[in-house]
């Protein structure tokens, strides 16, 4: 059984940046893409960054592209979500769950996800 928590989540000014992590613990975690989520009050939640079982892809919607990156530390079983330039938008609960699907080379939000952390609160304000 596979068990995600986040950290890092904290209030920064806008145009700020933050560093999420991820700890994914259990059998194998390694061989499971992982995803980030947020959700604010009163919206949906939205996928917005993956990475794969090894690493070697990501992706990146529109709303995160150029200003968030993620990485995976495979030694340290943790993903990381380095973000920049945050905007107002950008504040929400933010979690992260595993891809059902395991082995995959390339991480997709077309699959569903499970094991959800807990989420980590980001508020983003002047």
């Known amino acids: 059984q596979l068990q995600l928590v986040e950290s890092g989540g904290e209030s920064v000014q806008p145009g700020g940046s933050l560093r999420l992590s991820c700890v994914v613990t259990?059998?194998?975690?390694?061989?499971?893409?992982i995803g980030w989520f947020r959700q604010a009050p009163g919206k949906q939640r939205e996928g917005f960054s993956c990475?794969?079982?090894?690493?070697?892809?990501?992706f990146y919607g529109d709303s995160v592209k150029d200003r968030f990156a993620i990485s995976r530390d495979l030694s340290r079983h943790t993903v990381y979500l380095q973000m920049d330039s945050l905007k107002p938008e950008g504040a929400a609960l933010y979690y992260c769950?595993?891809?059902?699907?395991?082995?995959?080379?390339?991480?997709?939000?077309?699959?569903?996800?499970?094991?959800w952390g807990q989420g980590t609160q980001v508020t983003v304000s002047s």
């Open positions: 769950a595993a891809d059902l699907t395991p082995y995959s080379p390339v991480c997709t939000f077309q699959r569903p996800y499970d094991h």
């Open positions: 990475i794969s079982a090894r690493g070697g892809n990501a």
């Open positions: 259990g059998f194998t975690p390694e061989i499971y893409s």
